[in-house]
Structure formats: C-alpha cells, structure tokens
C-alpha cells in the first residue's frame, strides 16, 4: 500500500523558514517524480514544485521559485520542502504527491500538513 507522510507544517512568521517532509512508503521511491501541492484557504490546488527520480532536476511554480527547495533522499525514501521568506500568501495545507501507474497513471496524495503565516 501506497503511503505519503507529511510533516514539519506550523506557524511561522513573515519571513522565517520551514523545513517540510514526506516520510514514502509501499513504492519503489526512487523511480518516480516527487511533487509538493498546496491548497490556501478557500482556493483550489496550485503545483508547488517537482523533483525527478534521481534528484537531480527540480521544477518550481513562480510564486515560489528563489524561495522553496525540493530535495529528496532515495536512502530514506524520503522528500523534503526547504521554505524560506514565507509569506502570509504562503499559507495553505501543503501535499506531498507522486503518480504512476500502467497504463492510467494514479496520483497518490498525503493527508497534508498545515503551513500558516503569520504575525
């Protein structure tokens, strides 16, 4: 069985860090791209960035991009988000997601872990 475990969400400042983990399991981890979804308040899904399998190339969405890196660690089966100068708009519950399957690929999700920003 699939499992995706997210953790390391808080409160946090205007301008601090944190540091987000995806604890993998029930796959062979290192064959598959990795990603981070957030969903803010009120707000649909928005792609936060992904990771290819042997960890070497990284995507961002441009509201993160210079501020969020995507690492993983393939001895670990593990994923982390290093966010920095966080921003109120950065609250949201943040997914940890990965897809493959043959031949309809299925997305598989985390239960999410809250990041909120603020004063």
């Known amino acids: 069985e699939v499992q995706l475990v997210e953790s390391g969400g808080g409160l946090v400042q205007p301008g601090g860090s944190l540091r987000l983990s995806c604890a993998a399991s029930?796959?062979?981890?290192?064959?598959?791209?990795m990603s981070w979804v957030r969903q803010g308040p009120g707000k649909g899904l928005e792609w936060v960035s992904t990771?290819?399998?042997?960890?070497?190339?990284?995507y961002y969405g441009e509201s993160v991009r210079g501020r969020f890196t995507i690492s993983r660690d393939n001895a670990k089966n593990t994923l982390y988000l290093q966010m920095n100068s966080l921003r109120p708009e950065d609250t949201a519950v943040y997914y940890c997601?990965?897809?493959?399957?043959?031949?309809?690929?299925?997305?598989?999700w985390g239960q999410g872990t809250q990041v909120t920003v603020s004063v």
């Open positions: 997601n990965t897809r493959f399957g043959y031949p309809r690929p299925h997305d598989y």
């Open positions: 029930g796959f062979t981890f290192d064959n598959y791209a």
């Open positions: 990771i290819e399998p042997n960890g070497r190339i990284t």
